[in-house]
């Protein structure tokens, strides 16, 4: 059975895409700080523990999944959250966490995986990033940094591994009707088309697995077809 890991599996865009793997026949391992907000009632999803914002335990933590579940063939390397305000609203801690989770994270457990998926010749990382990787705005200046940096870990990462099987393709995604901005002051306005659904993205991500092991694509834009915002009082 096709295996993939996925981060960040039990919310948002991340659970849409082990929703939409488990439902055509693959095992997912999910990574999460919680998995109660996601239950599968199926025995093909495969729940792990991990605080992502702790680097120190990524390597092993993957070396234990690896060693489980060695038909792992696919990574969607998705978890992140957003905080948006000036920088000097930041304190440091915040600012450590915040590039851990958003973009350490990401090239630790590529780091993990690539080795694995080199040996077999084959095997797909599948990259989070956003519009925020295309264009700074105001406020956005940890996001922006974030995601930013994992754009070029994607493209480098991308020249690194295509000569191997290994195929690198980074997901950017304007605003999509997800609990992220549960916490932020913002959100999507409520017509369908000021906000791409989580589910259309885990379709993409399934979809390019199939394309045919020498064609790689790099990189993947998607947006709303309006952008009207809503600020929550």
């Known amino acids: 059975m096709k295996t993939a890991l996925i981060s960040g599996s039990s919310s948002g865009i991340g659970r849409a895409v082990a929703e939409y793997f488990l439902r055509n026949g693959m095992r997912v391992v999910g990574l999460a700080r919680d998995h109660n907000k996601f239950i599968w009632k199926g025995g093909d999803y495969i729940p792990i523990n991990v605080e992502l914002s702790d680097s120190s335990k990524l390597t092993d933590l993957v070396k234990e999944v690896l060693k489980n579940h060695p038909s792992i063939s696919t990574f969607v390397s998705n978890a992140g959250y957003g905080d948006f305000k000036s920088l000097e609203n930041f304190s440091v801690s915040q600012i450590e966490r915040f590039i851990n989770v958003n973009l350490l994270s990401h090239i630790i457990l590529s780091r993990a995986l690539i080795t694995h998926m080199k040996s077999k010749g084959e095997g797909n990382i599948f990259l989070m990033g956003s519009e925020a990787s295309l ?76 394309v045919r092991l020498g064609t790689i694509v790099e990189e993947i834009n998607l947006f709303p077809s309006k952008k009207s915002i809503n600020f929550k009082k």
């Open 135 to 210: 264009t700074g705005k105001k406020k956005a200046t940890l996001y922006s940094a974030a995601k930013f940096g994992l754009r070029g870990f994607a493209q480098s990462l991308k020249e690194e591994a295509g000569g191997s099987g290994v195929r690198v393709c980074l997901i950017n995604p304007g605003m999509v009707r997800t609990p992220f901005f549960d916490k932020l002051t913002f959100e999507p306005a409520e017509a369908f088309n000021n906000a791409i659904e989580p589910e259309d993205i885990a379709k993409i991500i399934f979809d390019l697995q199939s």
